[in-house]
């Protein structure tokens, strides 16, 4: 008999905790210029509380699968919501930049511990007809916190000060904690995988260098020139190599590579990451351009983000459940011919596009991603057989944030290369109407790049059928 779980409790008290360690990720980006005079910091010293939150993920991640097998559900819950309760309490009474620093980075810790265990208990607690919705419902949060988080930011810096960003945080962090004490069960078997300490050091080494590598170009003056740069990327790369090539020869590997080995998983985690990658560069671009490009203020920008953001939230539960019952691919493929549409759209932006304009395009622009990454996630979920999950949600969550840091870089050279080409070839460069000219330049160059990535995902997409999950597997989760 499959045990019974009170999934609704159980969802409930991952997502709150979830939505609220989302929401502060973004509600800080909002506050740096404001930090920066508070704590007389330079913008590359305040980009640290971003980075530093990355890395920790970037770190973390890969040893979730480890992690999940070490210990009980409710271990690992207890462990990652204390992180995130101390962290988020002590940013709050944060007074100088290392406090707040220390702070973001036990935040960090928590939202690694927590997003791979939301997945796994997902993929335990549900059969495989039902997750779509409740996948749909992780969607929502992942998708929904992000995108309130500007605004609400936005409101509590313009009346209050930024550490109440933090104090709305955590009763809710605290009300999150008690409803999974109270309800959460051990829903996995612990088991005792050998550690391997070498894997853990290359492939924090790898994963560190390539996101601490992409972070920095994405920020500097220097760029792809600077020798941290190069030096961290190659670095990082060389030690993912050694560490894919020791995972392919050990018996007991800290991450099990045999999840490539299953089609409708890479082409759902190659949707994930071309997602990721389209809404990374936008998210970063768009503002900038709004902000310099059409001159409205942080406020507007991040209420004129807001329709899209929360439609896109609203729509991924009403989407898994479409995907329960038709499947991924009538969901998948329109999804992103929608998305490439919209960018396509995008690229021809100007000071002179209406609010109501851009604001359709977002919106479009979010329909369409909510269409592509639940049901493309949930169906390559579905294939991997219950001993893998946690290697199949270690490797996306992982590759997620690499492509999140790569794709943030990328954006920010291809706009600063356009900025740069059209400034070179103003009369008056220093002018404010060409400035806003040049970056409207520089954004439409990260447009036109975006949207061929979704071209590409338009053809993988071809490919993707209904995984029907076997009963072998079916038996094994009873």
């Known amino acids: 008999m499959k045990k019974q779980y009170n999934t609704r409790a159980i969802l409930v008290s ?91 980075v036990l935040q960090a810790v928590g939202m690694g511990l927590l997003l791979p265990l939301m997945f796994n208990t997902i993929l335990v607690i549900y059969p495989p007809e039902k997750r779509g919705a409740a996948m749909g419902f992780v969607g929502l949060v992942i998708m929904f916190a992000p995108a309130t988080g500007p605004t609400v930011g936005g409101l509590l810096i313009e009346y209050l000060t930024w550490h109440y960003i933090f104090w709305f945080s955590l009763p809710f962090l605290v009300i999150g904690l008690g409803v999974g004490l109270k309800y959460l069960e051990n829903v996995t078997e612990v088991s005792k995988p050998r550690i391997d300490l070498l894997s853990i050091v290359l ?60 089609p409708m998983y890479v082409v759902g985690l190659l949707m994930v990451l071309s997602c990721m990658l389209i809404i990374m560069a936008s998210m970063i671009i768009l503002p900038m351009f709004l902000q310099t490009g059409t001159g409205l203020s942080v406020f507007i920008t991040g209420l004129m983000l807001l329709p899209g953001s929360a439609l896109n939230g609203i729509l991924s539960p009403q989407v898994g459940r479409l995907f329960d019952r038709y499947g991924p691919k009538w969901l998948v493929v329109p999804g992103l011919v929608i998305v490439a549409i919209m960018l396509w759209f995008f690229t021809n932006v100007s000071p002179a596009s209406s609010v109501a304009f851009i604001v359709a395009l977002h919106i479009g622009l979010m329909v369409g991603i909510a269409m592509i990454w639940m049901p493309a996630q949930t169906n390559g979920l579905n294939q991997l057989p219950p001993e893998l999950y946690p290697h199949g949600t270690a490797v996306m969550n992982t590759l997620q944030q690499v492509i999140g840091a790569i794709g943030t870089a990328v954006a920010i050279s291809i706009l600063s290369g356009g900025m740069e080409k059209y400034l070179n070839g103003s009369a008056a460069p220093s002018e404010q109407a060409e400035i806003a000219n040049a970056i409207t330049a520089g954004s439409q160059n990260v447009f036109l790049f975006t949207m061929i990535i979704a071209v590409i995902g338009v053809v993988i997409a071809l490919f993707i059928r209904r995984v029907v999950v076997s009963s072998k597997a079916m038996n094994s989760m009873h």
């Open 14 to 104: 991952l997502l709150i905790c979830g939505f609220v360690g989302m929401f502060s990720e973004t509600a800080l980006n909002i506050a740096m210029t404001n930090l920066m005079e508070v704590f007389r910091i330079s913008a590359a010293t305040a980009q640290w509380l971003t980075t530093g939150f990355l890395l920790t993920l970037g770190i973390l991640m890969p040893l979730s699968g480890l992690l999940l097998q070490m210990f009980t559900t409710r271990q690992l819950f207890t462990g990652s919501l204390i992180s995130l309760i101390v962290g988020t309490g002590i940013a709050a009474l944060a007074f100088n930049f290392e406090m707040l620093m220390f702070a973001r």
């Open 203 to 262: 492939s924090t080494i790898g994963f560190g260098g390539v996101v601490f590598g992409f972070s920095k170009a994405g920020e500097g003056a220097e760029g792809w020139g600077s020798m941290v740069v190069v030096t961290s990327i190659v670095v990082g790369l060389v030690a993912l190599l050694l560490f894919i090539l020791r995972q392919k020869f050990m018996n007991d590997p800290m991450i099990n590579l045999n999840v490539f080995k299953h």
